[in-house]
C-alpha cells in the first residue's frame, strides 16, 4: 500500500465516523419527549423523558 491509498483509507475512516455521528445525534434529538412504560421482572417502571 502506497502513501496515497494509506491518506484516502484514513479520508474515508473520517468520512464515515463523521456521517456516523450525525446520524446518531440526529437520531436522538428526534426522539420523542414524554414517559417511557417498562413492564419488566422487576416490575413496572416509569420514566420521564
Known amino acids: 500500500m502506497n502513501r496515497t491509498n494509506g491518506l484516502y483509507l484514513v ?13 446518531y445525534t440526529y437520531h436522538e434529538q428526534t426522539k420523542p419527549k414524554g ?7 422487576g416490575g413496572v417502571s416509569v420514566q420521564e423523558k
Open 35 to 41: 414517559v417511557e412504560l417498562s413492564i419488566g421482572q
Open 11 to 23: 479520508i474515508g475512516a473520517l468520512v464515515v465516523a463523521v456521517v456516523g455521528l450525525g446520524a
